[in-house]
């Protein structure tokens, strides 16, 4: 069953707007991680964000903030201000479990970003 | 934040030829690293989890005898694809964390890998 759930292959956002990006997660424990990772098209990924299970807040990075809604299992990434940079492949990503080293991280499919000039 | 590096970072290969991929921590100690392969347009597909010293734990589906994997030390794991064919023809990636339980994971830079 598909663990990490984002359904928008493709968005694309005028300059300087702001954007979100879906992402809905199943698990049944208790303790869990959310991230999201951006990968242009250099192919490095690069971490975003990170959103545990049991933080009351929502996390936010300079323009990036996590829209946590744990009743609905939803970790949406919101950009605000999209500058052209921001073009890129967008991945939502889940640790299940409690934290630790070798906890594994599976990744959605991914949203392809691009911001119009 | 945490450097993770990769050797080589593309690599062109004929059919039945095995490929060494390394991974390393530059700046921290890993326990464990993660291996994922992504094929064009697609996701990351974690293949493995690499423990230092103990046998890599596979994921369902991916042939350990295929993709060696090999944590020689706290900074070092290595991939190897023996007898690659095109169909292993894909993005490689690995990944660490401190060891720490931190948060973030820090990826490297990827290896493409193409076999003719």
């Known amino acids: 069953a598909q663990k990490i759930t984002q359904t928008q292959p493709g968005m694309f956002v005028q300059e300087k707007e702001a954007v979100t990006l879906d992402c809905t997660y199943d698990?049944?424990?208790?303790?869990?991680?959310l991230f999201w990772y951006k990968q242009p098209s250099s192919g490095e990924m690069i971490f975003l964000i990170y959103?545990?299970?049991?933080?009351?807040q929502n996390a936010t990075e300079g323009r990036y903030s996590l829209n946590f809604q744990k009743a609905r299992k939803s970790a949406n990434l919101v950009i605000s201000a999209s500058q052209l940079g921001d073009s890129a492949m967008y991945f939502c990503?889940?640790?299940?479990?409690?934290?630790?080293?070798?906890?594994?991280?599976?990744f959605g499919s991914g949203t392809r970003l691009s911001i119009r000039p | 934040g945490a450097v993770v590096s990769q050797h080589p970072s593309w690599v062109i290969c004929k059919s039945g030829t095995s490929v060494k991929i390394e991974c390393r921590s530059l700046d921290f100690q890993a326990t464990t690293m993660f291996w994922y392969r992504q094929f064009p347009k697609q996701s990351l597909m974690l293949m493995a989890t690499?423990?230092?010293?103990?046998?890599?734990?596979?994921e369902q589906g991916v042939e350990k005898d295929k993709f060696l994997i090999n944590h020689a030390s706290l900074t070092l794991s290595t991939l190897t694809v023996t007898s690659a064919h095109p169909e292993d023809s894909s993005f490689y990636i690995c990944?660490?964390?401190?060891?720490?339980?931190?948060?973030?994971?820090?990826f490297g830079p990827g290896t493409r890998l193409t076999v003719l």
């Open positions: 990503a889940m640790r299940e479990g409690k934290r630790s080293s070798a906890s594994k991280i599976i």
């Open positions: 698990t049944s424990d208790q303790s869990y991680g």
């Open positions: 959103q545990g299970s049991y933080d009351e």
């Open positions: 690499s423990n230092e010293g103990s046998k890599a734990t596979y």
């Open positions: 990944s660490a964390r401190s060891g720490r339980g931190e948060n973030e994971q820090f």
